[in-house]
Nanobody, 126 residues
Framework: QVRLVESGGGSVQTGGSLKLSCEASGNTYGKFCMGWFRHAPGKKREGLAVERRDGSPLYADSVKGRFTISKDNAKNTLYLQMNSLKPEDTAMYYC????????????????????WGQGTQVTVSS
């Protein structure tokens, strides 16, 4: 079992930045791949940025060039640096982990992910 806890959400104005963190705990000894998703009211959950099996990042077109995923393996913590935020980025942001590390291309499917955090809210005002 892997437990994921997100932090770092908040409210910012258009053009602002936020950095989300996701700390993994529990059975973190095996290989697993982590990523970020978001869910806005009335929309499907969207995969944003995930790590592939080889550690390279994969980004959805909607965030490419604005969001950056990174990981501190020593701390078992995943980050999402979000720049140039827009009102349409407003959503609940979730961290997720997949134990098979099969995700390698977009679109990023939530169904490949086994563990989920509780989410952190990001609100971008115009």
């Amino acid at each position: 079992q892997v437990r994921l806890v997100e932090s770092g959400g908040g409210s910012v104005q258009t053009g602002g930045s936020l950095k989300l963190s996701c700390e993994a705990s529990g059975n973190t000894y095996g290989k697993f791949c982590m990523g970020w998703f978001r869910h806005a009211p009335g929309k499907k959950r969207e995969g944003l940025a995930v790590e592939r099996r080889d550690g390279s990042p994969l980004y959805a077109d909607s965030v490419k060039g604005r969001f950056t995923i990174s990981k501190d393996n020593a701390k078992n913590t995943l980050y999402l640096q979000m720049n140039s935020l827009k009102p349409e980025d407003t959503a609940m942001y979730y961290c997720a982990a997949e134990i098979r590390c099969v995700v390698s291309a977009t679109p990023i499917s939530e169904y490949d992910y086994n563990y989920w955090g509780q989410g952190t809210q990001v609100t971008v005002s115009s």
